[in-house]
T-cell receptor, first 115, second 114 residues
């Protein structure tokens, strides 16, 4: 049971480049989300999904795209990277409200630097 | 909008000192509260959670938290810290209108000196 798996762990991009952060979970969780962590700002929600085919915006969605074609996968796309997107990104998942306690299970994080 | 506030941004303690980290949450909806810990270079792990019942919640590694409804608080405590407790600590509440969304505080960095 791998839990939540994120790739890559580290990435350096140039301004304007695009890339995709991958996230996969094997716990059959309905809910998946992406957070970014910046010093002094805690974790801020970028996008989330309550099930396959359903996504919605969080607090800081600009510059990011997501899709949820399967229950297991929830990739985060940076369309045109900017230095302000330099951050550590965490993918997290949980059971639905009906059967779960709301506890989020986190991946190990992806450290992104945009030059 | 619902929010979580952590008062201490950076705490420095010596080993064996007692710890209390403050957390206040905004009023509204069902209150489900969490404390997460992030050790250096690692991902967030759940320390403890409160959903209902006994307001004194015990978690892993000797941590506990007390839910005080009248003060909208959920402070984290440990009677005697160790060097290995050096980490960042996040308080969070479940968004009552959304299935899985958690609202996090800004985090508190704890440095324990040996």
């Amino acid at each position: 049971n791998a839990g939540v798996t994120q790739t890559p762990k580290f990435q350096v991009l140039k301004t304007g480049q695009s890339m995709t952060l991958q996230c996969a979970q094997d716990m059959n969780h309905e809910y998946m989300s992406w957070y970014r962590q910046d010093p002094g700002m805690g974790l801020r929600l970028i996008h989330y999904s309550v099930g396959a085919g359903i996504t919605d915006q969080g607090e800081v969605p600009n510059g990011y795209n997501v899709s949820r074609s399967t229950t297991e996968d929830f990739p985060l796309r940076l369309l045109s990277a900017a230095p302000s997107q330099t951050s550590v990104y965490f993918c997290a998942s949980s059971y639905s409200r009906e059967i779960g306690t709301g506890e989020l299970f986190f991946g190990e994080g992806s450290r992104l630097t945009v030059l | 909008a619902q929010s979580v506030s952590q008062h201490n941004h950076h705490v420095i303690l010596s080993e064996a000192a007692s710890l209390e980290l403050g957390c206040n949450y905004s009023y509204g909806g069902t209150v489900n509260l969490f404390w997460y810990v992030q050790y250096p270079g690692q991902h967030l792990q759940l320390l403890l959670k409160y959903f209902s019942g006994d307001p004194l919640v015990k978690g892993i590694k000797g941590f506990e938290a007390e839910f005080i409804k009248s003060k909208f608080s959920f402070n984290l405590r440990k009677p005697s810290v160790q060097w290995s407790d050096t980490a960042e600590y996040f308080c969070a509440r479940r968004n009552s209108s959304n299935t899985g969304k958690l609202i996090f505080g800004q985090g508190t960095t704890l440095q324990v000196k040996p």
